[in-house]
Structure formats: C-alpha cells, structure tokens
C-alpha cells in the first residue's frame, strides 16, 4: 500500500471539549514517530497527513477520527488510541473504535453508521471532510467556483435569483421565507423599482443572521465553524444578485471558534480576491465585516438585528414595510440565515430545478435538525425535506433511552410547540409543523419520554422567553410574566380552576397583539402542550398530581421492594442520602431527606423507583385517593 | 406627487395620503383610538399595543398597531370590534397590573370589563408602564440621559447603572411626555431635581422669573451655535418674554415695508 492517508480529526465544538485538539497532536507525533516503517515505501511527511475539521455531527461519540481514502471511521478516540491507528493504516481497522450498530455489528463505513446512513448532506457537505481554516480544502470541493463563473461570465443577478426561485429554497431560520423572492424584492427596491424610490440605484446590504440562540441548537455555530467559506460565497453571490457592496455576519460572540474560523476565512478569501475592492479584477467591490452579537435571543430576530448592527437597541421594529424595502439605515437589506446562505453555491452549481426535486412540493431541499433529548444517538443531523418524524428519532436516532416510551417531540426552540405520539408519522416541513401548532423554527428537535411533565416543559420555555423578550411590547413582556407565574403555581401544586383557560386566553392575547415573531409565537409551548396534554395539566390543577412524577412539590418517590435488585444506583445518585437498603435489606427512600429530584429514578434501570402523588403539605390535601396509586414508575 | 388611499375606518369612508399613519387618519376623521405610547411629537413606538386595531386588506384579516401602520392600500379597519376588544382590553388589564397606581391607566382598564384577580399586580408595580415616551423624548432632544435597560420581564427605564447621568440637562421633557406622570421630580424657585440630581434654574433676563435650568439653556445655546454658527447668541427668555420679544422684531420688520 503505498497510497497516501489523510487522517481526519474531529474538532467542531463538542469534540474540542472532548481533547480532541490532544488527539490531532498525538496523531501527528505518531505518524511523524511511525516514519516510512508506517507506509512502506512513502516518506513519513508524505504516508500520512492530519487535517482538524469542523463537526461531524455525532458529537456525544466524539472524538471522531476518520480516515481517507478507506473510509473507516473512529468513534470516541482518545490520545492513547494514537499509534495504534496510525499503525493500522492500511491495514485492518482498529476494531475497538468503530461503531457497533443497533445488532451489535461493527461499522467501519461512516455511511453504514445507521446515524448517517440516511443522511443528505448539503449545508453540511464539506464539514468534516475539510479544513474550515484552508480555502484550499474548500475549492479542491467545488468552492468558490460558482461565485468565480458568475463575477467572470458577468451572468445578470436576474439569472441567478431565478435559479433561487426555481429552487424553491425558503429560508432556514425558521420563517420560511421563500429566498429567492426575498432577494428578488430587494434587487427591485435597489434598483430603484421601490415606491418611492427615484429611479436611481440605492445602496443595499446583505446580512448573514449567525445569533443560534435556542437551546439545543447548534446547526448554523457548526456550519459557521466547519465551512466558514460556504456561508461567504453564498453571501457574496447574494450581494451580486441584489448589487450590494457591504455585507454583515451577525454571530453570538459566545461562538468563539466560528468567530475566528469566519475571520479566518474572509481573511484568506479576500486575499484571493473572492470579495474585498477589486473582485477577481472585475472592479466590483464587497466588503463582509463580522458584528458580535452581545447574547441576547431577541437578536436574531431580524428587525432586532439590524437595529443591533447600526449600533441601537435590540429592539424589534414591526415590519409594516419590510427589511427588503427598508432594512439597514433604511435602505433594501436582504437578511438570511447561515444554512440557506451554506445551500446558495450548492443549489447554483446544480440548478434550482434539480435542488427542487429534493423534499416536498412546499419545502424542497433538506434541512439540518439537531436532534437531542432522550434519543439513543443524539447529534447534528440533515435529511430531506418531509422525513417523518418516526424515522428521525426511531432510525437515525436509534429510538429512546432505555426504551423508555415516547411522548412528544419539541420541535422549533422555545418558541415551537410539542407534538404528541400520534403525528409521529408526520411528514416534517414548514407547513407540516406550523398546522400542528409547532413550527420548523432552525431546526431543534428534543425528544421526550414519559419521565417528562408537559407543564413543566411549558414553564421551563415560558421562563427562557420571559427572560429572552425585549421587553418592549406590552403582550409578551407581561403576559410572559403571568403565563411563568400561572405554571410556575400550578407545577407548585397552587393551580387554580380556570388557569388552563386563562392561559390560553393570555396566549391569543399574545399571538394577536404583540409586535414580533418572538411574541407571537411565544405562547406555542404553552398552548400546543395544552391542546394535546391537557390532561396533564388538570392532574396537576384539580388532583394535584403530576402524572409524569416530575414536579417535586407533587410528588413522593418510592422504591417498589419486588422490582428491586438491590443494584445500589440509586442510593449512589441520591444526593441527600435519603436512601437506605443493602443486599439483605430492602431499599428504602426517607421521605424526611427526600427533595423528590427524581436523581433516583433516572439512575435506575429495572423501573423499579416508582412515584406517588405527594402524602404530605397542602398539595396532597385535595389529592384524595387517586394521589395514593402508583401514577408513573 | 403624492397618492391618495381611500379606506374605510368603523363604516365610514375616508381618504389619506399614501403612507399616513393609520391612528392619525382616523383621528383626522373624527374616529379615536385609545391609545398610551402615541406622542404627536414622538415618531411612533408601538410599544404599548393599546391602540391596536383589526385591518382586512383583499379579504385577508391582521391585527395592526394603529400608531405605526402606514396606510399604503386600500383596507378595511375596525377599531372597536368584539376581537378589538377582548385583546385590548387584555392589553389594558396586563398594563394596570403592570402599574397599579397609574390612575388614567385603571380608568381605561376599568371600562373594558374584563376581571382578572388571577392575574397578580407586579411586584414593585408603581405608575410606569414602560412605554418608552421618555427616553425618546429624551433622544429625540440630543441628549441620552435614560434608556430602557435590561430586557424582558426585567426591563427598566433608567440612567446609566442607575447612577445620576452627566448627560441628563434637567430639562423634564422626560416628565412632560410621560403619559401616567411617572418620574419624579421637584421644582422650587432655585432649583429642579430629577433623575437623582439637582439642577440651578436659569432666570429670566428680562422678568426674572426661573424657566428652565442653566443646564438646559445652555445645551440648547451650545445646539444653536452647531445650527447656526457664528449668529448671535440670545439672552434668556421665558416663554412669555420670548413671545414679546419676537412680537415686536416682526413688528419692527413690518415698519419699513
């Protein structure tokens, strides 16, 4: 075997945090150290190069290490495993670091990992298959070609909004916009076209929206951090379609390694003459300047953005006249997301009507999810448009946790909604999501089982967006602040008779008269966990029970003898020391240390710590009988 | 050349001008719109959402607020329909919780009907409704003593880290835009304090009597000379003496003619 190897390291965020860094050293020392004996034949330098990429995706298994040409792809790898992978190069793989699927087999391809086998990657296409900081890496992969035949051919904007169009691209921050029309708007307003405009050319912007702040979501700080070029050249073909010549990239200062590998990467761009005053010798200009975000949620709604951009107050506007027409310093500003600019040169390399086959009739292309909660396989995931949602958690996601049952997926951040087991089958796109009362939002999707209360997922959203919200408008400042109260009572055992309806009435206060999308989508939580758990929420109300056994004001843990193996877990994830019992004697759970943190039951494996409406205080007083039986296990 | 927009506001047909303010249409045809935030001198905040209305164009249904709609088509609006209502009045019952001692506010809330002890009156609630009229009248006038601070359920007017801003000139705009008398100051012969400070007050060259502070006149002296630089630097005045004395240079001018 004489053929050179590439060895690629993992170190998107979560592998960092996992010595990945440590791991790329030690695969470096270990080639340097194998010297030819490694590859026969090659020199060392030449046998064997390691490159660090950006995220694979599959962070909760990471380091990953995978190595080109063969294919092989290493999970969970640690320094130590260094010489003996750069030993095995081309030979067999180290079999104690491949993944074993759902029958226990061995995987050595990354697409045959069931986590990717059904995967599509398009916005993710070259992250972790490239070096974000090398703009080499990215034109050996097609990069910048598009922006390059476009600028040199002097193809007219028309042209490539129409393949926008034709695409049928809608943007991935979680509106949906269509893109190309967004930008055809713009180019129109720009051009002079706009109402009041004189006919003369305006100045426009272009602006990439890099504020991720749901939690959970981490598609855009990965894409931003493994393909940094991909997010310029969309943006910089944007800014020739709408003929602009300033452009702005809005990241969360918190995303420390996209800041730089973006800086990095208009650095080396401008360099080659793909942006900056004199674009490819053409005389056009682009300047693409990076604005930290100072970490609030509501910026990454656009009208807050932009205002934060010219140095104002993040403060939404209402968009009677939209951005397009009057965005930056009021003049035309197109605004997109990181993943629909990382999807721009893609979708331009193969044409708009090709790009349209994927996905459904009103959501083409394919979209990146993050996929967490309590899934087996957790991670960054992109699959077409209108998967089911059965396959996202049951296939890629490997299905529940201890095949525990499942009861909603959280789709769409804090402001989404929570849709039950029935709609499991549900084709997932824009439309699909927003008529079951959640919404695509950039693509979080947590998943919940029955160890999880509705009311409280609604009141942990509703008090993140209490926090989250400007503040300006009087619906969402203060009906947040009602609706946190009203379920903070209620998971507290002081629900009221007429607080589910309240709620709700508080909710269509919220959806109808408050100024942004932030507001008008705020209560979704709230109302999509009533609409399908409403049950729920009345145990809590009028039994005083939180039938999931969550809410510690509501419930009593205790220990069913039969069921228990006396395996000590649960005395050890007990952080009061509440639970007594040994291999003679039963365990048993003192209700006077108890807090009732459910530390107990998550750490037990045989169902066999099981909960109770509460015996004692004022909650348990209205319980009755019904607070006696077992409610969950 | 401007277009003119044909509407109809609560059964009545109206015309504006493309672009006009859709509160200040109906105002203009004798229709008014409650509102809170809405200042004519202010451009519009659209942060208190009293003054929301329902606007059907080409059969499609949304709710607007009224103060910051530009009228561009031709629309149907209904101010004070059963939805208009309901979502108004709920705006008005979270605004009185918000600020219980604000008298003007539970007089509006009060007459929309809706009862809601369920819903609890803020804690530290006073008189502010946090509409924002303050600060921008204070930007408005060049200075940037107070600002919203802080954000959701925690928003703030206030100066900067709470402590007497050197930017603030005593002028009171701030107090005299506010719609639920909200900020306190105090007035004597000698001296005005607000914001956490005290300012001397600027008399009169002609009556004596204090009209505003020496603060402010000499902001607006100094954003005079940036205006109009090298012309002559007026003495103070008070309103009244101000009047005279421009009554009598038109006076004056009008001898010659």
């Known amino acids: 075997m004489s053929e050179t190897r590439t060895l690629l390291v993992c170190c998107g965020t979560g592998c960092l945090a996992n010595h990945a860094s440590e791991v790329a050293d030690a695969l470096e020392a270990a080639v340097a150290a194998a010297g030819v004996d490694a590859v026969v034949g090659v020199e060392a330098s030449d046998a064997a190069t390691v490159k660090r990429t950006g995220c694979n995706g599959f962070c909760e298994n990471g380091p990953i290490v995978k190595v080109h040409p063969d294919d092989i792809s290493y999970y969970k790898v640690r320094p130590k495993h260094a010489e003996k992978i750069v030993a095995s190069l081309g030979g067999e793989p180290v079999k104690a670091l491949l993944y074993r699927n759902d029958e226990k087999q061995l995987v050595t391809r990354q697409l045959d990992n069931p986590f990717y086998a059904s995967q599509r990657k398009i916005a993710l296409r070259n992250i972790g298959e490239i070096d974000p900081l090398v703009i080499e890496d990215y034109q050996e992969r097609g990069g910048y070609v598009v922006l390059e035949r476009i600028i040199r051919e002097a193809v007219p904007p028309e042209t490539v909004i129409q393949e926008l169009i034709d695409s049928g691209l809608r943007g991935r921050g979680g509106a949906g916009f269509p893109t190309g029309i967004k930008w055809k708007t713009a180019a129109g307003y720009a051009r002079g076209g706009g109402a009041d405009a004189d006919g003369g050319q305006l100045p426009a912007f272009v602006c990439c929206n890099g504020d991720?702040?749901?939690?959970?979501?981490?598609?855009?700080?990965?894409?931003?951090?493994?393909?940094?070029?991909?997010?310029?050249?969309?943006?910089?073909?944007?800014?020739?379609?709408?003929?602009?010549?300033?452009?702005?990239?809005y990241i969360r200062?918190?995303?420390?390694?996209?800041?730089?590998?973006?800086?990095?990467?208009?650095?080396?761009?401008?360099?080659?003459?793909?942006?900056?005053?004199?674009?490819?010798?053409?005389?056009?200009?682009?300047?693409?300047?990076?604005?930290?975000?100072?970490?609030?949620?509501?910026?990454?709604?656009?009208?807050?953005?932009?205002?934060?951009?010219?140095?104002?107050?993040?403060?939404?506007?209402?968009?009677?006249?939209?951005?397009?027409?009057?965005?930056?310093?009021?003049?035309?500003?197109?605004?997109?997301?990181v993943e629909t600019l990382v999807n721009v040169p893609y979708i331009l390399a193969c044409g708009g009507a090709e790009y349209a086959k994927l996905g459904t009739a009103r959501s083409s292309g394919t979209k990146v999810f993050s996929l967490v909660g309590k899934v087996n396989r957790t991670g960054l995931i992109e699959v077409p448009m209108g998967a089911?949602?059965?396959?996202?958690?049951?296939?890629?996601?490997?299905?529940?946790?201890?095949?525990?049952?499942?009861?909603?997926?959280?789709?769409?951040?804090?402001?989404?909604?929570?849709?039950?087991?029935?709609?499991?089958?549900?084709?997932?796109?824009?439309?699909?999501?927003?008529?079951?009362?959640?919404?695509?939002?950039?693509?979080?999707?947590?998943?919940?089982?029955?160890?999880?209360?509705?009311?409280?997922?609604?009141?942990?959203?509703?008090?993140?967006?209490?926090?989250?919200?400007?503040?300006?408008?009087?619906?969402?400042?203060?009906?947040?602040?009602?609706?946190?109260?009203i379920l903070t009572d209620i998971t507290e055992g002081r629900g009221q008779p007429g607080d589910i309806e309240l709620l709700e009435r508080l909710g269509h206060t919220l959806q109808q008269a408050s100024l942004c999308e932030l507001g008008k989508t705020a209560p979704n939580p709230v109302l999509s966990t009533i609409k399908y758990f409403r049950d729920e929420y009345e145990a809590h109300i009028t039994a005083g029970v939180c039938p999931a056994g969550v809410c510690p004001e509501l419930t009593d843990f205790y220990i069913d003898?039969?069921?228990?193996?006396?395996?000590?877990?649960?005395?050890?994830?007990?952080?009061?020391?509440?639970?007594?019992?040994?291999?003679?004697?039963?365990?048993?759970?003192?209700?006077?240390?108890?807090?009732?943190?459910?530390?107990?039951?998550?750490?037990?494996?045989?169902?066999?710590?099981?909960?109770?409406?509460?015996?004692?205080?004022?909650?348990?007083?209205?319980?009755?009988t019904s607070a006696e039986g077992k409610v969950a296990s | 050349m401007s277009e003119t927009v044909k509407l109809v506001i609560d059964g009545k047909p109206c015309t504006c001008e493309k672009g006009d303010y859709l509160l200040e249409v109906a105002q203009r045809n004798g229709i008014r719109i409650p509102r809170m935030c809405y200042h004519e001198g202010l451009s519009g905040l659209g942060a208190c959402r009293v003054c929301i209305v329902e606007v059907v164009e080409a059969g499609r249904s949304r709710v607007v607020t009224s103060c910051i709609y530009p009228v561009l088509s031709e629309i149907e609006v209904f101010t004070q329909n059963e939805k208009i209502k309901e979502l108004r009045g709920m705006v008005l019952t979270l605004l009185a919780r918000l600020a219980p001692n604000a008298e003007g506010v539970a007089k509006m809330a009060a007459k929309t009907g809706i009862e809601l002890p369920r819903l609890a009156v803020k804690e530290g609630?006073?008189?502010c409704i946090l509409c924002g009229r303050c600060v921008s009248a204070c930007e408005a006038l060049g200075s940037g003593a107070i600002a919203k601070v802080n954000r959701g359920v925690t928003k703030e007017i206030a100066t900067p880290y709470g402590e007497p801003s050197s930017e603030c000139i005593g002028c009171g705009s701030c107090a005299f835009v506010c719609p639920t008398d909200s900020i306190a100051s105090e007035r004597t012969e000698e001296s005005f304090t607000i914001w956490g400070r005290e300012?001397?007050?600027?008399?009169?060259?002609?009556?004596?009597?204090?009209?505003?502070?020496?603060?402010?006149?000499?902001?607006?002296?100094?954003?005079?000379?940036?205006?109009?630089?090298?012309?002559?630097?007026?003495?103070?005045?008070?309103?009244e003496c101000g009047k005279k004395a421009v009554a009598r240079q038109i006076a004056n001018a009008g001898k010659y003619l």
């Open chain 1, 212 to 249: 991720e702040g749901d939690p959970g979501a981490f598609m855009d700080r990965s894409i931003l951090e493994g393909d940094p070029h991909g997010v310029i050249e969309g943006l910089a073909i944007c800014a020739y379609a709408v003929g602009a010549e300033q452009g702005f990239l």
């Open chain 1, 253 to 337: 200062d918190e995303y420390g390694l996209a800041l730089k590998n973006v800086s990095a990467a208009l650095a080396s761009a401008e360099e080659r003459g793909f942006i900056g005053d004199d674009i490819l010798g053409t005389g056009r200009k682009l300047h693409l300047e990076i604005v930290r975000g100072g970490g609030a949620f509501v910026c990454g709604e656009s009208t807050a953005l932009m205002q934060s951009i010219e140095g104002q107050l993040g403060e939404p506007r209402a968009k009677y006249i939209r951005s397009a027409q009057r965005g930056l310093w009021d003049y035309p500003t197109v605004l997109n997301n």
């Open chain 1, 388 to 485: 089911t949602l059965r396959h996202l958690i049951f296939d890629i996601g490997g299905g529940i946790k201890n095949d525990r049952a499942f009861k909603a997926v959280q789709t769409g951040g804090p402001s989404g909604g929570c849709i039950p087991e029935q709609y499991l089958d549900l084709e997932v796109d824009f439309d699909g999501l927003t008529e079951k009362g959640a919404m695509m939002g950039s693509g979080g999707m947590i998943v919940m089982d029955d160890h999880d209360c509705m009311v409280e997922v609604a009141r942990y959203y509703v008090g993140f967006l209490a926090e989250e919200s400007c503040g300006k408008c009087t619906p969402c400042r203060e009906g947040l602040r009602h609706m946190q109260a």
């Open chain 1, 561 to 624: 003898a039969e069921a228990c193996t006396s395996c000590n877990a649960c005395k050890k994830a007990c952080p009061t020391g509440a639970i007594e019992g040994d291999k003679e004697r039963a365990y048993v759970i003192d209700m006077a240390l108890c807090i009732s943190c459910g530390s107990c039951r998550a750490a037990c494996r045989f169902d066999s710590v099981c909960t109770r409406g509460k015996a004692r205080g004022k909650a348990a007083a209205g319980a009755g």
């Open chain 2, 125 to 127: 609630g006073d008189t």
């Open chain 2, 199 to 239: 300012f001397e007050m600027q008399r009169c060259s002609v009556c004596g009597m204090p009209f505003t502070t020496q603060a402010a006149f000499a902001f607006l002296q100094a954003a005079q000379a940036e205006w109009e630089p090298g012309a002559e630097q007026q003495p103070p005045l008070c309103e």
